[in-house]
């Protein structure tokens, strides 16, 4: 759902479960995007980052899947860790501008 | 160490007072960002430094939002007249690049009473 003031989306699973975090984008001429993490207190962590001219890009456990069709981007996360707990962001870029737009964030919570 | 490190980590002030908030990027990171997060929300771009020069300032709120760096490697933000809706996490992020992944630091909490 969305998420208004501290009411972020919240995606609970258990520890050794695969997680997908999804993210809807709002600018059709982006053409870059990165997943970020971000821990209570701490800045956000960057995880892994996608151009447009890819579908899919693997890093260690995670995986970026990128829909151009439908400007969706989701996060999956294989076997979740209690580490793995934040708050997680998707962020968008167009290449030339500076600016980074990021979306409104969900909460994962990994239960032991 | 090796990230961007910002101080203070905490700032607390009164209505009216102005304030400075550092940053030390990553050594040789050309590009150096400036966002706003307010709790519960996404960062929020303020400027953006390429070295030395400020290219864009378009997310700065108002003028009494004000970040430089001289020497095209630390840099400061100031915040002059200080209001209750300035209070948020100041980050600041660097990259080698501008198009390349931003690494942030862990921000400044500011709290304007």
């Known amino acids: 759902g969305e998420s208004v003031g501290l009411h972020l989306p919240t995606l609970s699973v258990q520890e050794g479960d695969n997680s997908i975090i999804n993210c809807a984008y709002s600018?059709?001429?982006?053409?870059?995007f990165i997943w970020y993490k971000q821990e209570s207190g701490k800045g956000p962590q960057f995880i892994i980052d996608?151009?447009?001219?890819?579908d899919k890009r693997q890093g260690q456990r995670v995986t970026v899947l990128l829909n151009k069709t439908v400007k969706h981007l989701s996060l999956q996360i294989a076997a979740t860790q209690p580490g793995d707990s934040a708050v997680y962001f998707c962020?968008?870029?167009?290449?030339?501008?500076?600016?980074?737009?990021f979306g409104k964030g969900t909460m994962l919570l990994v239960s032991p | 160490g090796a990230g961007v490190s910002q101080s203070p980590r905490y700032k607390v002030a009164k209505r009216g007072q102005d304030v400075a908030l550092r940053c030390d990027p990553i050594s040789g990171h050309v590009s150096l960002f400036w966002y706003q997060q307010a709790l519960g929300q996404g960062p929020e771009f303020l400027t953006y430094?390429?070295?030395?020069?400020?290219?864009?300032k378009s997310g700065l709120p108002s003028d009494r939002f004000f970040a430089e760096r001289p020497e095209g490697s630390v840099s400061t933000l100031k915040i002059q007249r200080t209001q209750q809706e300035d209070s948020a996490v100041y980050l600041c992020?660097?990259?080698?690049?501008?198009?390349?992944?931003?690494?942030f630091g862990d921000g400044t909490r500011l709290s304007i009473l």
């Open positions: 996608i151009r447009s001219n890819m």
């Open positions: 600018n059709s001429a982006s053409d870059y």
């Open positions: 962020a968008e870029n167009i290449s030339g501008y500076s600016t980074l737009t």
């Open positions: 992020a660097s990259s080698f690049l501008q198009d390349q992944p931003q690494h």
């Open positions: 430094f390429q070295n030395e020069a400020q290219l864009d």
